[in-house]
């Protein structure tokens, strides 16, 4: 079987400019994107991250803390059986 190639698949002009970027040779300044009409006021990331209070996700995540309790039960029950087992068969 022959050794297969490393070569990565893309242009060598790709792989030269991304060098040159990750060295920071070059810094690459976009033009800003014309708006639409419609998407003149767009939120930006940082205004769209809304505040949650611990109660809300008290609330809206009850049913984690149940799983989460019953997945330690079974793993404390299968790991003492396991203890059990090693000891009996010892």
């Known amino acids: 079987m022959s050794k297969k190639s490393k070569r990565v698949n893309i242009s060598q002009e790709s792989l030269d400019r991304a060098r040159r970027e ?3 040779e ?6 800003p994107v014309a708006a639409k009409a419609s998407e003149s ?9 809304r505040k949650t209070s ?3 996700l008290a609330a809206e995540y009850t049913y984690v803390i149940s799983d989460l309790r019953s997945m330690g039960l079974l793993a404390a029950s299968l790991f003492g059986g ?9």
């Open 26 to 31: 070059i810094v690459i300044a976009r033009p």
């Open 82 to 90: 396991l203890i059990v087992l090693a000891i009996l068969f010892s």
């Open 41 to 49: 006021k767009r939120t930006t990331p940082m205004e769209a991250v």
């Open 54 to 56: 611990p109660e809300d």
């Open 22 to 24: 990750a060295s920071g």
